[in-house]
């Protein structure tokens, strides 16, 4: 069965502190990943995806195969990142539905 | 990209009473899904709405209860059927397009008295 663990539920850093959301996959065949982003009062959305190696709003995530982990990092978090955060493994196909982790609560403290 | 509308944006109802969701799309997607999410929590799938087909159900869902239309390529409702508080839910409508992005509505707030 397909199934993705992000470990923290809340996680709270200080203004310009590093941030990593962690997200761990265990999933048959090599599935899309991606990052979905809610921030307060708005609908959830598309932060990134690994096919397009993007860096959005300073976010990046790596994909280590060896690990089936899709950590979500970013180097100086801003307040306005404040938001949760669901990790998305999607199957490569048209027909394919995407699991979502129970997401992270991420609060930057000024 | 997709942009996707839904109506009612909220709505409290009385326990017994049914409601139904729609959701509507500016282009064409591939898949339509619906989606049950609580304030602060993750989502859990309901169904793929399937155009001019029966939709298909995850574990727990069934269609008496969310019965599912999809007529197009471009719209698609959820009925929340015979009501009860433990129905008091977001409701999200999602459309996939063919790279495998999902595009959300901004939900349904269903409170049940």
């Known amino acids: 069965a397909q199934r993705v663990t992000q470990p923290e539920k809340l996680l709270s850093v200080f203004k310009g502190a590093p941030v990593e959301l962690k997200c761990n996959y265990s999933?048959?065949?090599?599935?899309?990943l991606f990052w979905y982003v809610q921030y307060s009062r708005q609908r959830l959305q598309l932060l990134l995806r690994h096919i397009s190696r993007e860096s959005i709003k300073g976010f990046t995530a790596d994909l280590n195969k060896g690990e089936t982990s899709f950590h979500l990092k970013k180097p100086f978090a801003q307040e306005e990142d404040s938001a949760m955060y669901y990790c998305?493994?999607?199957?490569?196909?048209?027909?394919?539905?995407?699991?979502f982790g129970d997401g992270t609560t991420l609060t930057v403290k000024p | 990209s997709a942009v996707i509308s839904q109506k009612p944006s909220r709505d409290i109802c009385q326990r017994g009473t049914s409601l139904t969701i729609q959701c509507q799309v500016d282009s064409q997607v591939t898949m339509m899904f619906w989606y049950r999410q609580q304030p602060g929590q993750s989502l859990t799938l309901i169904a793929t709405?399937?155009?001019?087909?029966?939709?298909?159900?995850e574990s727990g869902f069934v269609i008496d209860k969310f019965p599912i239309s999809r007529p197009n390529l471009t719209f698609s409702t959820l009925t929340v059927s015979n009501m009860s508080p433990e129905d008091s839910s977001i409701y999200l409508c999602s459309g996939q397009t063919g790279f495998e992005t999902q595009y959300f509505g901004p939900g349904t707030r269903l409170l049940v008295l």
């Open positions: 709405a399937n155009q001019g087909s029966e939709a298909t159900y």
């Open positions: 998305a493994p999607t199957p490569p196909t048209n027909a394919g539905k995407s699991t």
């Open positions: 999933y048959s065949g090599s599935p899309e």
